[in-house]
C-alpha cells in the first residue's frame, strides 16, 4: 500500500505500524515527532498505530535554529 | 536571577543554535556563552538526508531547550508546530514567533497574539518574539506569556537597536521579563539593552557567524553581565550637550 512520508510517496507492507515505519525508514527517533494525517501521535502510541493505504504522515525533528 | 515563568536562570543571555559551522563549535560556543537556554527549530525529516543529532549535546550541557515555531505563517501553522515541538523534545517551553514576510522577517503581531492566547490555554510556557510595540507587549502579557522578546532590529540584520526608544517603554511597563531578541550584532548592542533595563538578550547571528564564535560568546556572555551591573547600579542621568565638570572648577589659578 502507498502512504506519504512529508509530502512523498513510499511503498509499505500492509499492517505496518508507525513503530515499524520509522524503525524501516531508520530514523533516529530521539528527538522526532509524528503527526498522522494531521493528528499528532504520542511516541507511546506508535507502536498500536497501524497505518491505512494514502495515510499522510508529517515527521519533524529538532535542528540548530535561532 | 533572571526568573522567567517558574525556573531561575543565572544567566541572562539566551542563545540560538543556529548558523554555527559545525556542531563541535555550536557546543563548545554555547558552553563559552553560560547561557542556559537555547532556542532550536523543527525542520521535516528528509530520509535520504539524515541529520546529526544536536539535541543530546545540548542536552548534555544541561541546558534548558527553548523550541521555537519559525517557519509558521499563522497562528493555526504555530499551534500545530509549537504541539509537534513539545511531542519532539518533551517542552512545554515555547519561543513563539511567526513572521510570513520572507525579506524583513518581521513578526505578524495579530497572528502571535492569537497564537500565544491559544497555546498559554493549552500549558505553554510562551515566549513570543514580537515587534518593539508597547501595546501589544502589554497584550501578550496580559494573555499570559511568561516573557516578551521584542526585537532590536531584524532577525540576523545585526543592526543593534534601532528600536531602542520603544524599548525603553516596553520595560518600563513590563510586568513579565524582557528579552530583546533579533538585531543584537555585537556586544555592545548587547550592553545597551541590559543597562536600558532589559531582563536579558537573545543572540545567535552575532555569536555563530562571527570569526571565533566561542571567543565571541564569552564577549557576550561578559557584556550581558556588565550592562546588568551598569543597570543595578543606577546610570548617571546627566544627558544634556552641556558638559558638566568633573573636578572642581578652582579659582586659584586665577589669582595667579
Redesign the interface.
Known sequence: MRIQ??D?DFEITEKSNLSQLLSA????T??????LN?Q?I??EQWQQTELKNNDTI????????? | MLKIADRDFHSRLLI?????SS?DV?QKSLAASGSELV?????????ER??D????PIQNLGLQ?L??T?GAKTAQDAI?AA???R???GTHWLKLEIHPDPNYLLPDPIETLKAAEALVKEGFTVLPYCGADPVLCKRLEEFGCAAVMPLGAP??SNQGLITRDFLRIIIEQASVPVIIDAGIGAPSHAVEAMEMGADAV?V??AI?TANNPVAMSKAFRDAVIVGRQAFEAGLSQNASLKASASSPLTEFLESL
Request: charged fraction near 15%; proline fraction near 3%.
Open positions: 512520508i512529508n512523498k525508514q531508520n530514523v533516529d530521539s528527538a522526532v515527532a509524528v503527526a494531521g499528532i504520542h511516541r508529517t515527521l519533524v525533528q529538532a535542528v540548530a535554529g535561532g | 540560538g543554535s543556529g548558523k554555527y556542531a555550536m532556542t532550536l527549530a523543527l525542520k521535516r525529516v528528509e530520509l539524515p541529520t543529532d544536536i539535541v543530546t531547550l523550541p521555537n519559525s500545530f504541539r509537534l515541538a511531542e519532539a523534545l532577525i540576523g537573545l545567535n547571528t555563530a
